[in-house]
């Protein structure tokens, strides 16, 4: 089975910048890879979602890349906000399998 | 999208009890997943429900502990069984959309605490 690593340590940044957030994948790659938010004492909300055959994804503030040869995904939030202060999660398909795989998630915090 | 109601959205139990958490969602789906989620950690999958058979258990779980009922299209419970502290965590449910490489969507979770 997959195995996902997320930086475990939080990542703090100051409101304007921009975060990047990196998840690396061992073994097969996967068709797609996924990223979710998480607030405290919720579920998680999807983001993006990235096929293996596209290289960058984007929505409004946020961006996507997979690289298949480094196993590798970055996931960046540009002018970030307070609000954007949350756990993101990594999550990708197993096998192809219905059910996800996911990463223990990065923590970010966005200062005023 | 869909939209899950998940309940409760938390409890304190006593050990060696059970609690079944429901899962109820605004659309008819196929498949439901249930995942836990410890304290600082990722979300690992119990088990996935399809209608109408047994739930497929992932290694480490299993039914005589996570029972679970898959009645129709729209609902699911998870019971938590002869509980002990170690099962504390976050219990979420979870739907896709019928397809293979869509997002997932998920209930707002159980927060277990066995005391």
């Known amino acids: 089975s997959q195995k996902i690593e997320q930086n475990s340590e939080a990542l703090n940044i100051q409101e304007g910048k921009t975060a990047t957030l990196t998840c690396n994948y061992t073994?097969?790659?996967?068709?797609?890879l996924q990223w979710y938010r998480q607030d405290p004492g919720r579920g998680p909300v999807f983001l993006l979602l990235?096929?293996?055959?596209?290289k960058e994804k984007r929505k409004e503030r946020l961006k996507v890349t997979f690289d298949t040869t480094l196993k590798q995904s970055l996931f960046h939030i540009t002018a970030s906000q307070p609000a954007d202060s949350a756990t993101y999660l990594c999550?990708?398909?197993?096998?192809?399998?219905?059910?996800?795989?996911f990463g223990s998630g990065t923590r970010l915090q966005v200062q005023p | 999208s869909a939209v899950i109601s998940q309940k409760p959205s938390r409890d304190i139990c006593q050990r060696g009890t059970s609690l079944t958490i429901q899962c109820q969602v605004d659309?008819?789906?196929?498949?439901m997943f249930w995942y836990r989620q410890q304290p600082g950690q990722s979300l690992t999958l119990i088990a996935t429900?399809?209608?109408?058979?047994?739930?497929?258990?992932e290694s480490g779980f299993v039914i005589d502990k996570f029972p679970i009922s898959r009645p129709n299209l729209t609902f699911s419970t998870l019971t938590v069984s002869n509980m002990s502290p170690e099962d504390s965590s976050i219990y979420l449910c979870?739907?896709?959309?019928?397809?293979?490489?869509?997002?997932?969507?998920f209930g707002q979770g159980t927060r277990l605490t066995v005391v």
């Open positions: 999550a990708l398909d197993d096998g192809g399998r219905r059910a996800l795989t």
């Open positions: 073994n097969y790659s996967p068709a797609y």
């Open positions: 659309s008819q789906v196929t498949m």
């Open positions: 979870s739907v896709d959309r019928h397809l293979l490489n869509t997002e997932a969507f």
């Open positions: 990235i096929r293996e055959n596209e």
């Open positions: 429900a399809n209608q109408g058979s047994e739930a497929t258990y």
